[in-house]
T-cell receptor
Framework: GQQLNQSPQSMFIQEGEDVSMNCTSS?????WLWYKQDPGEGPVLLIA?????ELTSNGRLTAQFGITRKDSFLNISASIPSDVGIYFC????????????FGTGTKLQVIP | NAGVTQTPKFQVLKTGQSMTLQCAQD?????MYWYRQDPGMGLRLIYY???????DKGEVPNGYNVSRLNKREFSLRLESAAPSQTSVYFC??????????FGNGTRLTVT
């Protein structure tokens, strides 16, 4: 099955630093989603993007839906220890059962 | 407000044993999904149910069966477990055009 190319795979950053991660696909998506997964829990939705070019913020998080509809990025500003976790991008198709394809995840570690 | 509830949280099986993973949602969502999560592979869709009374195969359905018991409940069955089915299993639900809501997962080890 198709997988999104998500990078970086992992990153260690100092508390207070900004973080950027991105996803690219060979397919066009109508919706891009960003999820965070804490250890031992299921993914939780952070941001949903519905239009090409859309830039959306949720607190310290900002995400953009790429203009080509084949990519998206997520930025976290002024990181804090509770930002630790795995971040997944996901692209959703519009037809059929609205298939959702997930990226392989970015594991974020924040050093206090 | 429980959301999506999965049971059990952990399970260890021997090769060849069978078991059923349970999932229930209380959000009145019409669609339900089963994913497996393996290191470096992201989340892969096993089966889904677009609405009560229907089920369809996802990307990796081999070795699994599902039952949409009613609008709330969607179970995943392993008839004869294999070590390759060692994974973390997530159930999710949604209404059309909305994002997926996930449960907290079932961690399955097959020895």
């Amino acid at each position: 099955g198709q997988q999104l190319n998500q990078s970086p795979q992992s990153m260690f950053i100092q508390e207070g630093e900004d973080v950027s991660m991105n996803c690219t696909s060979s397919s066009i998506f109508n919706t891009w989603l960003w999820y965070k997964q804490d250890p031992g829990e299921g993914p939780v939705l952070l941001i949903a993007l519905y239009k090409a070019g859309e830039l959306t913020s949720n607190g310290r998080l900002t995400a953009q839906f790429g203009i080509t509809r084949k990519d998206s990025f997520l930025n976290i500003s002024a990181s804090i220890p509770s930002d630790v976790g795995i971040y997944f991008c996901a692209g959703r198709e519009s037809g059929g059962y609205q298939k959702v394809t997930f990226g392989t995840g970015t594991k974020l570690q924040v050093i206090p | 407000n429980a959301g999506v509830t999965q049971t059990p949280k952990f399970q260890v099986l021997k090769t060849g044993q069978s078991m059923t993973l349970q999932c229930a949602q209380d959000m009145n969502h019409n669609s339900m999904y089963w994913y497996r999560q393996d290191p470096g592979m992201g989340l892969r869709l096993i089966y889904y149910s677009a609405s009560e009374g229907t089920t369809d195969k996802g990307e990796v359905p081999n070795g699994y069966n599902v039952s949409r018991l009613n609008k709330r409940e969607f179970s995943l069955r392993l008839e004869s477990a294999a070590p390759s089915q060692t994974s973390v299993y997530f159930c999710a639900s949604r209404v059309t055009n909305s994002p997926l809501h996930f449960g907290n997962g079932t961690r399955l080890t097959v020895t």
